[in-house]
């Protein structure tokens, strides 16, 4: 067996999510070389930073907010979110978020999460993709953080047409109403970190963090997002 997964590995060899180069022994998902190069925001040790600014200005109950990396038109870590969002590289995500939940882990902020939440998808478009993106990115953040998953406790009660074209204001209207708490009882009086995949204004982040808020009292939410746009937050390269 062994010989047979050699000689696959030389025919076939695991490529970089990024650049696309073959992945040495030891390499996961992403190589060193891009790891190594990686736009990392730098957020998560930053008790205070423009997340959680954008996040307070729409939310003020909003506890702390953070996100990875950010998110690049035309890059290869552009190429990467889309791979795992939409063409089934699930476990990229994961990978990801077990190297997210390292730093929050690390910054000593996050240690008091008692779960993490994944951005839920509608039940429809879950089927037709497979799989929701944000569950495997929360797995990997939960492993780090040493907490469990909670995916049944928030749902998504309308199947809203994609955010990518869409205003700020159009983006707010879209997602109002689209979440529902359906066990409140497991998130009264937690915290609570809500994990999604990409915030640009970061209307669908909040209006699901809003909706939790309101539904169980003592919840403390906070946020993480894989990439942020330099442009919504107003930071300069």
Request: proline share 5%; charged share 25%.
């Amino acid at each position: 067996m062994s010989i047979l997964s050699d000689l696959l590995g030389l025919l076939f060899p695991e490529r970089c999510a990024v650049c696309g180069g073959p992945l040495e022994s030891g390499e996961r998902a992403v190589c060193t070389l891009c790891r190594t190069t990686a736009p990392l925001t730098g957020y998560w040790s930053d008790a205070w930073n423009p997340v959680l600014d954008r996040c307070r200005a729409m939310l003020p109950a909003v506890h702390r907010a953070s996100g990875f990396l950010f998110f690049l038109p035309g890059s290869g870590w552009r190429r990467m979110i889309h791979a795992f969002k939409y063409r089934g590289a699930w476990r990229t995500a994961r990978v990801m978020g077990e190297w997210y939940g390292r730093c929050l882990k690390g910054s000593g902020l996050y240690d008091d999460v008692e779960a993490v939440v994944p951005l839920p998808l509608h039940p429809f478009k879950r089927c037709r993709r497979g799989y929701n993106q944000s569950e495997y990115l929360a797995e990997g953040i939960a492993a780090q953080l040493g907490v469990p998953v909670d995916r049944a406790s928030v749902g998504r009660r309308r199947n809203t047409p994609s955010q990518a074209l869409k205003s700020r204001r159009e983006r707010a209207g879209n997602v109002e109403g689209a979440f529902v708490v359906r066990h409140p009882e497991r998130l009264e009086g937690r915290h609570v970190l809500l994990v999604d995949d990409v915030m640009t204004t970061g209307s669908t982040l909040l209006a699901c963090a809003g909706e939790m808020l309101r539904a169980a009292p003592g919840c403390r939410i906070s946020i993480a997002a894989l990439a942020v746009s330099r442009r919504e937050l107003g930071v300069k390269e």
